[in-house]
């Protein structure tokens, strides 16, 4: 039928991207190939561009299949040499060696549960936030190779807010190495959307099986921020990993599987996730968010992001340990939203300006 032929025209697009094999293309929307598995999205297409701007590195063509699908994958952006300096600061920083102001240091909830003597280096670690005070890490963020692309998203003043390096562990058997598809802009309280990229890096070859970043490809065209909340998951779920509660489970997916060097751009409306760790080793990943220097931030107070961003508030005042009478804790989350990317974001291209509020 005419829509199977425009199914199997579109999976062309996504395998000629991702660089999968003729016979592969072929076998139509419902294939499960070595690089990717799903197909794409069948929503209309705008024939102007609206999630990319002109200037930067990308190609027209490059610009159509991010305006499609949300994401781009760009092959050996980064140099193993770079990526192996970040390794070993990720180490240094897990063992104390390297204090790191601000930073934030995640540790699986199956590890929290067991109550055991955790060790004191990455492997009681699954992620570390923040690190715009690190030189080494903040390496990958300023790096004139990845800033090139970013200039096609966010325009010619960039910023740098949520950076991460994450440290994916070996399932327990508990599934908590899942990370739940969600839609990375309901943590961010700042508009507009489309001015927003993530870059992600995988530091090591990543595919199904220790747990790659799977997409949707195609849904942040539906261009609104669903409803987010803690899935039902036997074992528990990682505080703050929150997943989208109406997803239909027969959408299509996009498994990408990476070598390391390649990095993925995607928009921050595009709906992901990543499945468990099925090896016994660990799956690295580096990554930043980008954002238009002189975004306006707004009050989600009544929206769905509240629950996010009192969730981001919790966590500002356990780590500083702070009451419920402190000032922090009794600020509107427009204040608190403003004093967080006040404090957290870093210009790192064009003119610094400012945030508007």
């Known amino acids: 039928c005419q829509g199977h032929k425009m199914a199997v025209a579109r999976l062309k697009t996504i395998a000629n991207h991702l660089n999968l094999s003729p016979e592969v293309v072929q076998c139509g929307p419902r294939v499960t190939a070595h690089l990717t598995s799903g197909s794409l999205s069948s929503l209309p297409t705008s024939p102007e561009f609206r999630y990319t701007v002109d200037g930067g590195a990308l190609t027209h063509e490059q610009r159509t299949f991010y305006e499609e699908n949300g994401f781009l994958v760009v092959k050996n952006l980064i140099s193993h040499d770079k990526i192996d300096a970040y390794s070993k600061r990720f180490e240094e920083?897990?063992?104390?060696?390297?204090?790191?102001?601000?930073?934030?240091?995640?540790?699986?909830?199956?590890?929290?549960?067991?109550?055991?003597?955790?060790?004191?280096?990455?492997?009681?670690?699954?992620?570390?936030?923040?690190?715009?005070?690190?030189?080494?890490?903040?390496?990958?963020?300023?790096?004139?190779?990845?800033?090139?692309?970013?200039?096609?998203?966010?325009?010619?003043?960039?910023?740098?807010?949520?950076?991460?390096?994450?440290?994916?562990?070996?399932?327990?058997?508990?599934?908590?190495?899942?990370?739940?598809?969600?839609?990375?802009?309901?943590?961010?309280?700042?508009?507009?959307?489309?001015?927003v990229v993530c870059a992600w890096t995988a530091m090591e070859h990543v595919d199904r099986s220790n747990g790659c970043l799977v997409v949707v490809p195609g849904s942040h065209r539906e261009g609104k921020i669903k409803e987010h909340g803690y899935p039902q998951w036997e074992g528990g779920v990682n505080f703050l990993y929150h997943g989208i509660l109406d997803y239909d489970e027969n959408s299509p997916r996009v498994h990408l599987e990476m070598e390391k060097g390649d990095t993925v751009f995607f928009h921050p409306l595009l709906i992901h996730g990543s499945g468990m760790n099925r090896t016994k080793g660990f799956r690295k990943a580096i990554s930043c968010h980008y954002l238009q220097t002189d975004s306006i931030i707004i009050d989600v107070t009544g929206t769905v992001q509240e629950q996010a961003i009192r969730g981001v508030l919790d966590i500002a005042l356990k780590k500083m340990k702070m009451n419920k009478d402190s000032p922090m804790a009794n600020m509107s989350l427009k204040e608190f939203a403003t004093n967080a990317v006040q404090t957290t974001a870093r210009p790192v291209r064009g003119n610094p300006g400012g945030l508007r509020y």
Request: with cysteine; proline share 10%; net charge neutral.
């Open 93 to 195: 920083i897990c063992r104390g060696e390297v204090i790191v102001p601000n930073l934030t240091i995640m540790k699986d909830i199956s590890l929290v549960k067991s109550k055991a003597n955790l060790p004191k280096d990455s492997t009681s670690v699954t992620k570390i936030q923040v690190f715009q005070e690190d030189p080494v890490l903040m390496g990958y963020c300023t790096s004139p190779e990845v800033l090139q692309y970013v200039e096609s998203f966010s325009g010619p003043n960039i910023s740098v807010f949520h950076t991460m390096l994450i440290n994916k562990p070996p399932d327990s058997g508990t599934k908590s190495s899942r990370h739940p598809l969600h839609q990375d802009m309901y943590y961010f309280p700042w508009r507009p959307i489309d001015r």
